[in-house]
């Protein structure tokens, strides 16, 4: 401890006040002046005893200060480890719940109860919010495509799905823009569709197309509303374009028009290589069954979602008990 001591003696030192400094150093003249007086000048003689007790005094106060001293800056070191300690306890604490809540974020959109009850939220009329159907298309000569779709937007619900192929983006289009019907473009050919989806709930909406003639049909929740032809007869639906789901595309996969865009929810987006019986497509609307598009299935991996478009767990027929 007394090499502790000497260790912190200039710290201490400098905190003497200067009475006890100017004692010091009357002090040490004292002591010079005792050794002077030795023999010949060179020897020096024993210390009175007043003095010795006064440095000896003096000594025991330093020492007690440099040892409390030593025991503050142990507190303080202690104190500081204990600090540093919570410190790093806290900031893990706050990591591992940030870690948690990405998780749980992650399996909410990632994980749903199986793999086709999720829906597409589409909030706002922009350019930039659309889904896209990872896996495209082969050539065709009959599809038929099925949505429940949920909107409220006015005037028109936009664009739910556009399909552009090299050299016609508008190979296959569902659109209602402003106050004009419900159309479907084939080969950027013009049909008029007799469907209204735009009361805020939930609709089931089947289109079935053929080549031959051109024939199309139009059901919603279920019922056949209507049929024509002449949509784009003898045209071949051409292979390897894209799906997007909310959009229009002026070219393909993208150039999107904000006036066009889908506003609302979007889900269970299935396609089919053929014309599908009307009694299939009523077991689907009523809940009845369900049949995955054997060309688009609705599938989680299979929709990919950008610009602030957002995918959230949906089971749609509990959905339309609620909304009745």
Known sequence: MRSSVRAYARLVQQRWRPKQQQQLRANLSAVAAASASGVGGNAVGPLPAELRELLKLRLGT????LLRK?????????QLYNETAAHRQRTESILTSL????????????????????????????????GRIKKSLPEMYAFTVCMWLKSSAVPGIGTPFSYGVPGQANEIVLIEWGNNP?????NDKVAQMPLSVSDGRWHHVCITWTTRDGYWEAYQDGERLGTGE?????????PGGVIILGQEQDIVGGRFDATQAFVGELSHFNMWDRVLRPLD?????????????????????????LGGASKAALEICEDRVIES
């Open 99 to 130: 870690l948690d809540r990405i998780t749980e974020l992650e399996r909410s959109n990632n994980a749903f109860k199986s793999p086709e009850d999720f829906k597409v939220s589409l909030p706002l009329r922009t350019n930039y919010l659309y």
């Open 281 to 305: 497509i009523m077991g689907m609307a009523n809940c009845s069954s369900y049949m995955p598009g054997n060309v688009v299935p609705w599938i989680d991996t299979n929709v990919e979602v």
């Open 182 to 186: 419900i159309e479907l473009l084939v």
């Open 62 to 65: 330093l020492e007690g200060q």
């Open 70 to 78: 030593v025991a503050e800056l142990e507190e303080e070191k202690s």
């Open 230 to 238: 002449n949509l784009a007869p003898w045209h071949p639906i051409k």
